[in-house]
């Protein structure tokens, strides 16, 4: 097993696909990054792109008709470095929820409507602790999330709670267990803007109290820009570039990221930009790189050939054989930007939510 240094996770090579009948989707192709002690590390790109089947691979929640094919998962856990895809189920269950947990992406669907929620936090403390440590910790867990009289609201079921509610009662299963690595899948899906603030405030907030680390999956952007401190950019199952928050929107270097960049509002522009074409058919991918079809700057060898993931400056990795092409154009933070970008979260959303003059 190589030297995991000082990350805490480090994804090598992983390849996870979906079958059908003679079909194979390639959901995740050849991923590698990893997680540092205490950071928030962004996963972000369209519907489809292979950000939920990274997390479920990471929690080994991959079930058929989908396959982890290959690749390493090392983590440094509490009782030392273990490659996850080669422990035992036994040893799995051990170690999720405890040290590894997750914020699924729709409490509707995650949370079981017949069963009290009371009892859902209950399966996911320490089965050691007496019923009556139990209730103590669900209580603390709820106030901790944020929900009102938690005495009450926990004997109540899941349709009784509003969104906002719902995905705090997520938050506090996902905490039970005290995790080191906190991976949320789109946790504000369906949530107003004013309850998404709240929510990922509030992550954000217990990711500092308790001292973990997290992977974010989004689509949005502007989440990124608020709490990520590292990101990668994927694409039709590839890592398509790789870098700091603040360098991926001040010199972002592959045209996909580029395009995604262009389509967020930007003062004083009334024009979005898009991102002509479709997402790729993973279960019948082209040769070549698979953002090639939509892409302004390919040439013909980006047809007929898949560029690696090459280190351009220090910490900057990009997929793209002509990411020259985009030096010298217009950055997306000017130097007010990145100075809120590097600021604390609280003080980024209170700028965001500020009137405009």
């Known amino acids: 097993m190589e030297a995991l240094g000082e990350a805490l996770l480090r994804v090598k090579d992983l390849h996870t696909s979906f079958f059908s009948g003679n079909a194979e989707v390639k959901a995740v192709n050849g991923v590698s990054f990893k997680v540092l002690p205490g950071e928030t590390f962004g996963l972000v790109g369209e519907s489809g792109c292979g950000k939920t089947a990274i997390c479920r691979s990471i929690s080994r929640l991959i079930h058929a008709p989908g396959k982890i094919k290959r690749g390493e998962i090392h983590y440094r856990g509490a009782e030392g470095a273990v490659d996850i895809l080669r422990l035992s189920d036994e040893a799995m269950r051990r170690l999720r929820g405890r040290e590894i947990s997750m914020i699924f992406q729709e409490p509707m669907s995650a949370l079981n409507p017949v069963i009290p ?46 969104g906002g509610m719902r995905q705090r009662v997520m938050i506090a299963i996902a905490l039970a267990g005290n995790p080191r690595l906190l991976l949320a899948d789109e946790p504000t899906t369906a949530l107003d803007v004013t309850i998404q603030n709240q929510i990922m405030l509030l992550i954000n907030s217990l990711r500092e109290k308790l001292r973990m680390s997290m992977i974010l999956v989004t689509h949005d952007l502007s989440v990124v820009s608020q709490m990520c401190d590292f990101v990668a950019v994927m694409y039709a199952g590839h890592i398509m570039e790789l870098c700091d928050t603040v360098t991926l929107f001040a010199a972002p270097r592959h045209p996909y990221t580029y395009g995604l960049l262009g389509s967020i509002p930007r003062e004083g522009s009334r024009r979005l930009e898009s991102i002509n074409g479709a997402p790729p058919n993973l279960a019948d991918p082209l040769p070549g790189c698979p953002f090639a079809p939509r892409c302004a700057f390919k040439e ?46 609280e003080q980024r959303y209170l700028a965001q939510e500020a009137p405009r003059t």
């Not at 403390?125 to 938690?150: A, M």
């Not at 690696?308 to 007010?336: A, M, N, S, W």
């Open 300 to 345: 013909n060898r980006c047809e007929g050939e898949l560029p690696d993931l090459r280190e351009i400056t220090p910490g900057h990795r990009v997929r793209c054989f002509f990411y020259q092409k985009l030096d010298g154009l217009e950055g997306f933070i000017d130097q007010q930007s990145r100075q809120q970008s590097q600021a604390p979260v």
């Open 117 to 162: 929620i009371k009892t859902q936090i209950y399966e996911a403390l320490d089965p050691k602790l007496s019923k009556k440590e139990k209730y103590l910790r669900s209580i603390e867990l709820l106030r901790l999330v944020g929900i009102p009289s938690p005495e009450k609201r926990m004997r109540e079921y899941i349709h009784q709670f509003s």
